[in-house]
């Protein structure tokens, strides 16, 4: 015999996760790196077609949380889905850079010594391939002196409109059926923005907590 689904007045519902905000998870946790680019909110085709006439890096620059992997996630999966992707961890050895490859997605290069970033760049203009790297510090004087045409994108944007949007886009991802969901409109956006400036990563971990704590649909006050 079949079961009825739960309405939402059944308990069983209400146990589980975030069904009472009609999601099926917090919308601001942390996200696997695959899911990243169908999130994202960025016009990258200027970035895309530095990329797509090789040899060419494309450099982006940005302190913590101001969406430079974000951006490196998207170019490769606009670009090419199978490319490389590594990072450089800031309290462990830096893992091998595949060789061969036409085109590479580095993240954090800032983390190589100048030593292994210029064996780095020359390897790139040698065979002719494409690099997309992000870091903290500008590489420019060193990617010139190695002859590689290089295009830098500063990332952190944060205006209310980006941040809204980037919001939205998360919310209605974690939706768990048709109906209303939690609202942060344009006064709790403005309130982010004010507090966290360009700081994306940090308003997204403030509404993390926020929506930990929420208990029915409506607009989110932060």
């Not at 403030?206 to 208990?215: A, D, G, I, R």
Request: include cysteine.
């Amino acid at each position: 015999m079949s079961v009825p689904p739960p309405s939402p007045a059944d308990g069983r519902h209400r146990r589980l996760p975030f069904a009472h905000l009609n999601l099926r998870r917090n919308p601001f946790g942390e996200l696997p790196l695959e899911d990243w680019p169908a999130l994202t909110v960025l016009d990258v085709d200027r970035l895309l077609a530095t990329l797509r006439s090789p040899p060419r890096c494309v450099q982006l620059l940005g302190d913590k949380g101001r969406g430079k992997t974000t951006h490196l996630l998207l170019l490769r999966a606009r670009l090419a889905p199978e490319a490389p992707y590594v990072h450089f961890p800031e309290d462990a050895p830096a893992p091998p850079v595949p060789e061969g490859e036409p085109i590479l997605f580095l993240d954090e290069t800032q983390r190589l010594s100048r030593r292994q970033r210029a064996r780095l760049f020359a390897e790139t203009l040698r065979r002719g391939a494409a690099l997309a790297i992000g870091t903290h510090e500008d590489h420019r004087a060193e990617l010139t002196r190695a002859g590689l045409p290089v295009e830098s994108h500063h990332v952190g944007d944060c205006s209310p409109g980006r941040l809204e949007a980037i919001i939205a886009s998360r919310i209605e991802a974690a939706r768990r059926g048709p109906g209303e969901l939690p609202r942060v409109g344009e006064a709790a956006v403005a309130r982010l923005v004010d507090r966290f400036g360009d700081d994306v990563r940090g308003a997204t971990f403030h509404l993390y907590e926020v929506f930990q704590t929420l208990t029915e649909i409506g607009d989110v006050e932060v």
